[in-house]
């Protein structure tokens, strides 16, 4: 038996979400990392307005996601994998210590600062429930052909699948998908990820991260993007460098976990909708995550895995 910790993507951010971590020194050291490595205050970030915006969103995640990760390892507990969903990855990296959490943060800002920059308004992406891929996928071909800038970027679960683009096209596929008896909700994510609008972005991203330190990872890293195990330290930082424009195979990825004998999975802070995905595969298995969930609590479910594998 072994456990994963999993780190949530846009859409899981809410207001407060760093002021409400634990008030405890380890929180308040890394709040002070991230305000000096930023050159301004990380608590502003988390509050209503600047969270209207992906570069505030995308910080706090990173930063909600690693302190996670701490608030576990102080007890001496580690996973055997860790996994992110689009920006939840570079947590993950983060964590499993392939950089320092300061050159993270800073390629972070960098990320959110291109990805926001080049489309400010008017695009995102939008969840239909209720519909397969294969059908998700003659709606958007038919809206592409016709109206362009709509993609299919996040396998979430079989019946579950994430499109992305322009906020026109996306609509043109929202109604499709109603009249076929599907669901669909518009994510608050204000730019359009995981699909080649930002290739362009990802390309000059790449320059940044190639003058960082990296390296091997010290915890064992799948990729949310290919659902594959990667070991190599430049395979990782690709994955993570072009995450914003490749496709997330969520699905795929927890299918990975649970066949390498994974049964414990716990979500960062502050979502569970990684949480509510896993249980759908985790037959037999516990997922949890630190929303809802005291911090003793998962350390005891970690220890238990742990004796498990012995």
Same mark, same amino acid.
């Given at each position: 038996?072994?456990?994963?910790?999993?780190?949530?993507?846009?859409?899981?951010?809410?207001?407060?979400?760093?002021?409400? #971590?634990?008030?405890?020194?380890?929180?308040?050291?890394?709040? /002070?990392?991230?305000?000096?490595?930023?050159?301004?205050?990380?608590?502003?970030?988390?509050?209503?307005?600047?969270?209207?915006?992906?570069?505030?969103?995308?910080?706090?995640?990173?930063?909600?996601?690693?302190?996670?990760?701490? #608030?576990?390892?102080?007890?001496?507990?580690?996973?055997?994998?860790?996994?992110?969903?689009?920006?939840?990855?570079?947590? =993950?990296?983060?964590? =499993?210590?392939?950089?320092?959490?300061? *050159?993270?943060?800073?390629?972070?800002?960098?990320?959110?600062?291109?990805?926001?920059?080049?489309?400010?308004?008017?695009? &995102?992406?939008?969840?239909?429930?209720?519909? *397969?891929?294969?059908?998700?996928? /003659?709606?958007?071909?038919?809206?592409?052909?016709?109206?362009?800038?709509?993609?299919?970027?996040?396998?979430?679960?079989?019946?579950?699948?994430?499109?992305?683009?322009?906020?026109?096209?996306?609509?043109?596929?929202?109604?499709?998908?109603?009249?076929?008896?599907?669901?669909?909700?518009?994510?608050?994510?204000?730019?359009?990820?995981?699909?080649?609008?930002?290739?362009?972005?990802?390309?000059?991203?790449?320059?940044?991260?190639?003058?960082?330190?990296?390296?091997?990872?010290?915890?064992?890293?799948?990729?949310?993007?290919?659902?594959?195990?990667?070991?190599?330290?430049?395979?990782?930082?690709?994955?993570?460098?072009?995450?914003?424009?490749?496709?997330?195979?969520?699905?795929?990825?927890?299918?990975?976990?649970?066949?390498?004998?994974?049964? #414990?999975?716990? /979500?960062?802070?502050?979502?569970?909708?990684?949480?509510?995905?896993?249980?759908?595969?985790?037959?037999?298995?516990?997922?949890?995550?630190?929303? &809802?969930?005291?911090?003793?609590?998962?350390?005891? /479910?970690?220890?238990?895995?742990?004796?498990?594998?012995?």
């Amino acid at each position: 038996m072994s456990s994963i910790w999993v780190f949530p993507g846009q859409g899981a951010q809410k207001a407060n979400m760093l002021h409400d #971590l634990p008030q405890i020194p380890l929180v308040q050291e890394y709040i /002070e990392r991230a305000s000096d490595a930023l050159g301004l205050n990380a608590l502003h970030l988390d509050q209503a307005e600047p969270l209207q915006k992906t570069y505030a969103v995308q910080l706090c995640l990173y930063i909600a996601g690693v302190i996670s990760g701490a #608030l576990l390892s102080e007890h001496q507990v580690k996973p055997d994998y860790v996994a992110g969903l689009s920006i939840g990855a570079w947590a =993950a990296a983060a964590v =499993a210590e392939v950089f320092s959490f300061e *050159d993270g943060l800073k390629l972070v800002a960098r990320r959110a600062a291109l990805m926001q920059d080049a489309y400010p308004h008017g695009y &995102g992406m939008t969840a239909l429930i209720g519909a *397969d891929k294969a059908a998700v996928s /003659e709606w958007v071909a038919d809206v592409h052909a016709r109206a362009g800038d709509v993609f299919i970027a996040n396998i979430n679960a079989a019946s579950q699948i994430v499109i992305s683009g322009s906020s026109a096209a996306m609509l043109q596929v929202s109604e499709i998908a109603r009249r076929n008896g599907a669901a669909a909700k518009k994510l608050d994510v204000s730019v359009p990820s995981h699909c080649e609008l930002f290739d362009a972005q990802a390309l000059i991203l790449e320059k940044d991260v190639s003058r960082i330190a990296a390296q091997p990872p010290k915890i064992r890293y799948l990729s949310g993007t290919t659902a594959r195990l990667l070991r190599n330290k430049d395979q990782i930082m690709d994955d993570l460098t072009f995450n914003m424009s490749r496709m997330i195979d969520w699905e795929g990825t927890v299918q990975a976990a649970w066949e390498r004998g994974v049964r #414990l999975q716990i /979500e960062a802070w502050p979502a569970t909708v990684l949480t509510g995905l896993a249980k759908k595969i985790f037959t037999d298995g516990t997922a949890v995550s630190f929303q &809802g969930t005291r911090l003793d609590t998962l350390i005891i /479910e970690m220890q238990k895995e742990h004796d498990r594998s012995f």
